[in-house]
């Protein structure tokens, strides 16, 4: 009985074979087993991206932050300049006054300097020339003493 039973199996078998339904269920289960591994795949990508999709969101979230940080010190920067605004216009009035200030003493100081020069270049020439008519005189005196004792010598 167990003989017959096995030659009805393969019987059945071979008749499967032929008609195509056994390779169905092969291909079928082929298909089942390549879906299951291209999920398994897919979940194991899925799981690796979990932290690179934390890291990435975590990383905009700070350039955000740090966005909104640049901006209040923009506005932060803005406000204190509005605020001494004043105090600079202020600051350079006081500066050009003492610029102007500081001209003023300069040219002064180059007049006060000019007319010292010009007096000192007067006094010089004075002294100069008072010299000169000395030298005049005592030359003029020793040429007419040694005329007189030319004279004399020959007289």
Request: proline share 1%.
């Amino acid at each position: 009985m167990n003989k017959l039973l096995d030659f009805g199996r393969k019987a059945l078998f071979y008749v499967r074979v032929l008609s195509g339904y056994e390779e169905r269920k092969i291909c079928n289960y082929r298909l089942q087993l390549e879906k299951r591994l291209q999920q398994a795949q897919e979940r194991k990508a899925a799981l690796r991206k979990i932290p690179e999709q934390a890291i990435l969101s975590e990383v905009r979230r700070m350039v955000e932050e740090m966005q909104t940080l640049n901006w209040k010190l923009e506005e932060t920067e803005a406000a204190i300049e509005e605020y001494f605004k004043p105090v600079d216009k202020e600051a350079e009035i006081i500066m050009k006054m003492q610029l102007e200030g500081e001209e003023k003493t300069m040219k002064e100081m180059m007049k006060v300097m000019q007319t010292q020069a010009l007096l000192e270049r007067a006094e010089a020439e004075k002294s100069a020339n008072s010299h000169n008519v000395d030298t005049n005189q005592h030359s003029q005196e020793m040429d007419s003493s040694s005329s007189t004792k030319q004279h004399a010598q020959m007289g």
